[in-house]
Every structure is written in C-alpha cells, then in structure tokens.
C-alpha cells in the first residue's frame, strides 16, 4: 500500500471508463487534513450535540469571479471527501427539523441567489458508491436548509465552519460557514427536553 495525495486519487478515478474490464485491485492508503466544529449542551448528567467535520479548501482570487457562476448549481462542502454532519438529539436548522443522524453534505446556489445547505442520507451514498467529488450528481437528493448570505470583511482565507451561542438560552445558536468575502448562516436550535441521559458502563473494579 503506497501514501497518495487525495487529487491523485480521484484524478485516478476519473479515468476509469465506465463500462471496462475486470482489473486488479488497487489500494490507496489517503492522508486527509479534516477539521471538526461542534456544539455541545451539557446539565451534568445530560447532553446533546451535533458537529460537523470537513476539508478546508483555500480562498483564492480567482474564487471571486467563479462564486457568481455556481447559480443553479449544487456544490461541494469544503475540499476532498464528503462533510459530515452528526447530530445525537432532535434539532432545527435554518427553523426546519433535523432528525438524529449521521449526514453527507452539499451546498446548494439557487437561480436566484439564495443558498442552502443539503443533507444528504449517508447510507444511501456509500451504497450507491458515491464519493465527495460527485456532488453534482446527487441533485434532487437530500433536504434543503435555509441559509442567510452576507459578505464581509476581513475576508475568510480558509473555508471555515463554525457553532455560534447566540442567545441567552444554551440552546440557541448559529451555524456560520465562512469562505472568503462570503458568510452563510442559519439558526440551529436545540430542545433541552430532548437531551439524552449519559449511560456510563460501571467502573471496573480489580485487575487491569
């Protein structure tokens, strides 16, 4: 098993036809730089969280003219493999449900300028064998969830995602995402009755 860099890898992918001869398996062993923003709430004795992890890509100056040009398009969340999002406890995004899980992310630009964010059922995408670069071909899959777009300065020179508090309850926040000039928001909100009972296994006891 050799070390490749993940470009390698899906340049590699690329040029499989779609339709070719059996041929002998290859093994890439890929070394991916992730980063992980979360939220968490804790009483003690009961929590909830969601988190999401995913590739930062770079803002670069051509960026800003291809920005404008992703209208009607769905797009990658970040760089590489697929961004996930965990969330333990019933919450809203953007005012809209999100049920316990584990989910894939997208970016939706609509024709109009608005911007959402795409959860996307993650068992259905690794049984269809879809990885993060084929975005473009999961449209019509997933939820929509609103989110608010600002531009701003100083410019974000990583693609950034961040949990926010945003109001005297714990259970109030934002999600931010942040990529050069470009801010997309959307409240996440979490219901304190929902929160789950930390189950601990007993201590052992004696031995090792």
């Known amino acids: 098993m050799r070390p490749v860099h993940i470009e390698h890898f899906l340049l590699a992918l690329a040029w499989i036809p779609a339709l070719c001869p059996a041929q002998e398996v290859q093994a890439y062993a890929l070394a991916l730089d992730r980063k992980i923003a979360a939220y968490a709430l804790w ?6 969280s969601c988190s999401v992890e995913y590739g930062a890509p770079s803002w670069h100056a051509d960026h800003a003219a291809a920005i404008p ?7 990658r969340f970040g760089k590489d493999t697929w961004a996930h ?7 809203t995004l953007g005012g809209v449900a999100v049920a316990p899980g584990a989910y894939c992310l997208a970016l939706d630009c609509a ?5 959402s964010l795409v959860l996307l059922n993650s068992a259905v995408l690794r049984r269809r064998g879809l990885p993060g670069f084929a975005t473009q071909r ?3 899959l997933g939820t929509r969830y609103p989110m608010a777009h600002t531009e701003s300065a100083p410019l974000a020179h990583q693609f950034t995602v961040a949990f926010e508090g945003v109001g005297p309850s ?12 470009h801010v997309l928001t959307a409240a996440v909100r979490f219901d304190p009755r929902e929160m789950i009972a930390i189950d601990l296994p ?3 006891t004696g031995g090792r």
């Open 138 to 140: 999961v449209l019509g």
């Open 43 to 48: 009483d003690g004795s009961r929590t909830a």
């Open 111 to 115: 024709e109009d300028g608005t911007w």
């Open 69 to 75: 040009k992703l209208r009607g398009r769905r797009v």
């Open 170 to 181: 714990p259970a109030d926040a934002q999600l931010r995402i942040a990529f050069g000039p």
């Open 85 to 91: 999002l965990e969330v333990d406890t019933p919450i």
């Open 202 to 204: 007993p201590q052992p």
